[in-house]
T-cell receptor, first 114, second 113 residues
Framework: DSGVTQTPKHLITATGQRVTLRCSPR?????VYWYQQSLDQGLQFLIQ???????AKGNILERFSAQQFPDLHSELNLSSLELGDSALYFC?????????????FGPGTRLTVL | DQQVKQNSPSLSVQEGRISILNCDYT??????FLWYKKYPAEGPTFLIS?????DKNEDGRFTVFLNKSAKHLSLHIVPSQPGDSAVYFC????????????FGQGTELSVKP
């Protein structure tokens, strides 16, 4: 158990809909990260937050947005969903958000768009 | 543009022997490298890391080697155990890019009894 929690574990929805994925970091970690793993793909970095502020951004679609709240939990919002958005979404957390941090991953949310 | 590549999708090894997983990168700005292990239906678990100022780091049965001139790193597992069967990802980061990790595609290791 990494100490990172993600809810829900599974999500099934239809094209065009909007969903919110939630992540709670390990106790004491200030930085959260979101990654997407599509079928047969490695993990793709989406976005990083540190203490509520955006720190780094990957190839995150404009239909996707995220935020980190004062209690340090984070939410990833996916809107106007398409079939291709079906994937595993992982949240990770680390202490300081530096490139030499070890990132600890949650169990993931499996999103299925029908 | 795949900046981190694991060219072997799978590897099969006999229990007790050495497993060698390879990873190549193209971005010379990468200065920190990590290996993660992933079981089905779980998130990746951190295994071992290495800074670009070192060429070797060891932790128990796991050793990571870094060859900066060749832009190549490898993970050695000795001796391999059936419980090591999983997908292994290498990842890289650059100090000017926050905590962004770039992952390879993964290598599925199967350790046979």
């Amino acid at each position: 158990d990494s100490g990172v929690t993600q809810t829900p574990k599974h999500l099934i929805t239809a094209t065009g809909q909007r969903v919110t994925l939630r992540c709670s970091p390990r106790s004491g970690d200030l930085s959260v990260y979101w990654y997407q793993q599509s079928l047969d793909q490695g993990l793709q970095f989406l976005i990083q937050y540190y203490n509520g502020e955006e720190r780094a951004k990957g190839n995150i679609l404009e239909r996707f947005s995220a935020q980190q709240f004062p209690d340090l939990h984070s939410e990833l919002n996916l809107s106007s969903l398409e079939l291709g958005d079906s994937a595993l979404y992982f949240c990770a957390s680390s202490v300081s958000g530096m490139s030499t941090d070890t990132q600890y991953f949650g169990p993931g949310t499996r999103l299925t768009v029908l | 543009d795949q900046q981190v590549k694991q060219n072997s999708p799978s590897l099969s090894v006999q229990e007790g022997r050495i497993s060698i997983l390879n990873c190549d990168y193209t971005n010379s700005m990468f200065d920190y490298f990590l290996w993660y292990k992933k079981y089905p239906a779980e998130g990746p678990t951190f295994l071992i890391s290495i800074s670009s100022i070192k060429d070797k780091n060891e932790d128990g049965r796991f050793t990571v080697f870094l060859n900066k001139s060749a832009k190549h790193l490898s993970l050695h597992i000795v001796p391999s155990q059936p419980g090591d069967s999983a997908v292994y990802f290498c990842a890289a980061s650059a100090s000017n890019q926050g905590g962004k990790l770039i992952f390879g595609q993964g290598t599925e290791l199967s350790v046979k009894p």
